[in-house]
């Protein structure tokens, strides 16, 4: 009897082990789930942004393909989810360098159309930012258990490996004014 | 909006006489009141000396007497001050309200509704009693706003079934339109167990919280260690709770010295300040004149009003325009 005991105490930690782990890996890929989506909205924005500024700026042409290529890229099938960690950090750097050149030109600024479309991509980025720091918080609750005594015996078991995070730049934690940014375009 | 020294400023210069007359009306009330409770006093020890003169009885009937005369003394006291209070009120409280921005209403009898305090989520337990007065409303830089003080109360039973009322909420009510659109529900909560237990253990605890959505653990240490946020989508929570929002949330919280729970729901921010006390109320044993008395005021309304400002509620992003 006190054996079966053991054994029943034994099974039921093991099963606790298993369940949270595969909770936590869920919950890592239920989160990406919702960055994939802003990353898509993102995405969509891109071809109408570019027809818009490309007949003005005359000067950004290799930029302007470097992100018709990004966006390519990112819209491939079976991309695995470091890839895409690794294309947003690209994408962001490129429409962050594009928003940029597009202070150069006046008759732009001024335009309706980019106005709106800047004031879109804004809103998809801070739902990109959201995603991703939610992303980062589920990918270290995962890191954590699978490192941590004993659930990184059973981790190793089930094949579970460290996943990336997404690197958060630090002008992403600066206060964003909009007052600012209004008056810009 | 007005500042605070603007404030202090209109309350000297303008209400100063009102509030000189009141005072009159105040000392004569506070003789009044003092003269009624001599009155129920004498008249419950009357009572008691009877009761032993004839019957030789000092007894649960005796103490009756003194309960009675209490609770006659409360009853002709809330009576005694009703027209001085909305007094008060109407010729102090409206102007200042008025000046400080001149499309805020003031009704002094009416609160924030049930609807919006069972909405916010912050509170848990069934309501048995909800007052309130003092409602504020109006549109600060194109954001609705409303404030009241409230009193929440529920009724709980103790070992020996005694029910007695309990308060929930005793404070500010808060409602302003939030400047993103959101589906989601995110409740921030004053975070004692951290405090006590430390991040780990306190985390733990908050995780077992039965009856709150799941625990959310953010990305700013201070922040963390101020509020416990419990939500129902972690990215949406994330969006409204930026590193921007959430220095002001903590800039906010550092002002007022009492516990702010705060939530996010149906598009309004909740801010429940629980000062345990009704706000806004003239003074009747202490002179309307007290300096301290006139900030606790002014202090209260800029608070309130000034959250639009402080939290920049008035920033729309573009797809509320």
Known sequence: ?185 | MKSISDLTDFYYNTLYPTIESLEEQRKALANRAWRMFAAMALLAVAGIFLRWYYFHAFDALSSMFVIAGAIIAAWRYRHMIQDYRLEFKMRVMKPLVEAIDSTLHYMPAASVSQTLFERSGLFQGHIDRFEGNDLIQGSIASVNLQFSDLHVESLTTDAKGNSHRTTIFQGLYIVAEFNKHFKSQTILLPDNAEKIFGSVLGNWLQSKHFGRDPLIILDNTAFEKAFVVYGNDPIESRYILTHTMMERLLNFKQKVAHPVSISFVDANIHIAIAYNKDLFEPTVFQSLLKYDNTMSYIRALSLAVGIVEELKLNERLWSKL
């Open chain 1, 1 to 185: 009897m006190p054996l079966l005991i053991a054994i029943g105490v034994i099974a039921l930690i093991l099963i606790l082990m298993y369940n949270s782990l595969i909770a936590r890996k869920n919950q890592v890929d239920n989160i990406f789930a919702g960055v994939d989506a802003a990353l898509k909205k993102r995405f969509d924005l891109i071809p109408n942004l570019i027809a818009s500024v490309q007949e003005y700026m005359t000067h950004e042409k290799e930029l302007l393909s470097n992100i018709t290529r990004l966006r390519t890229q990112g819209l491939k099938p079976n991309l695995s989810d470091t890839e895409k960690i690794a294309l947003d950090q690209q994408v962001t750097s490129a429409l962050g360098s594009l928003m940029i050149s597009v202070e150069n030109y006046p008759d732009l600024k001024a335009n309706d159309n980019i106005m709106n479309l800047q004031r879109t991509l804004n809103e998809t980025e801070s739902q990109i930012a959201a995603a991703r720091r939610a992303y980062n918080q589920a990918v270290t609750d995962y890191n954590n258990i699978i490192e941590m005594f004993p659930t990184n015996y059973m981790a190793s078991w089930m094949n579970l490996t460290r996943k990336e995070v997404f690197v958060i730049d630090e002008h992403e934690r600066e206060n964003v004014d909009v007052k600012e940014l209004f008056n810009a375009s």
